[in-house]
């Protein structure tokens, strides 16, 4: 019996480096070979795992909508410090994020948007992340962090402070992006923290 090859890279790390390829190139000049190169793996190997460039990005999208949550706080965070553990989370995310980073990434959300099934996918991720801030600012209303509150809006006006951070950012990149986020989201914050929050830092990033 013939035994197929081995795979040298999981599917996990093959997206991992599409994402980095993606930002450094735009998704307009990403080819299979580039991504090869990224990965160490043969364009041809690409093509027998996904079948096609197109494939291989929409994969990338329904994976980062799989793996939203694992980029927020962890239960045993959101127990203590629910809302400094969502601004770390969400400014964590700009890490490295360079204004021509940001313009390659803006290029993908066109495709998002131009395309209806990427679009669907998008709104998926989008709604993925929205559930994870909501899960973070009801435990902070739980340890009364937070004014009770419509925690679905506020949830919204969190992720819009963040997407306006990233475009008000590409307009005027003076310091670093992730000051621009915690800034953004913390003002959104305020209004709705109580006082017993303020250890917690929710204020120390509002101008």
């Not at 494939?55 to 629910?82: G, I, K, M, N, Y």
């Not at 390659?104 to 669907?120: G, I, K, P, V």
Request: glycine share 6%; charged share 20%; aromatic share 4%.
């Amino acid at each position: 019996m013939v035994m197929g090859r081995p795979r040298t890279s999981s599917d996990e790390e093959i997206l991992a480096g599409t994402a980095r390829a993606i930002t450094r190139v735009g998704p307009a000049r990403l080819t299979l070979a580039e991504v090869g190169r990224e990965v160490g793996l043969a364009p041809a190997t690409l093509v027998q795992r996904f079948g096609s460039k197109r494939a291989l990005l929409l994969a990338l999208v329904r994976h980062s909508a799989a793996v939203a949550a694992d980029r927020f706080p962890d239960e045993a965070t959101r127990a203590v410090q629910p809302l400094q553990g969502l601004i770390d989370a969400m400014a964590a995310m700009t890490a490295g994020l360079t204004a021509e980073a940001l313009s390659n990434h803006l290029a993908f959300l066109q495709l998002d948007l131009a395309d209806a099934e990427f679009r669907q996918l998008a709104g998926e991720h989008a709604r993925a992340v929205r559930d994870q801030i909501r899960v973070c600012l009801d435990a902070a209303v739980t340890l009364e962090q937070l004014h009770a509150h419509d925690t679905d809006r506020l949830a919204r006006s969190v992720q819009v402070a963040y997407n306006g951070a990233l475009l008000a950012w590409a307009l005027e990149p003076e310091g670093p992006v992730e000051l621009c986020v915690r800034g953004e989201i913390s003002a959104v914050l305020s209004a709705a923290t109580a006082p017993t929050a303020s250890p917690f830092g929710v204020d120390q990033y509002v101008r």
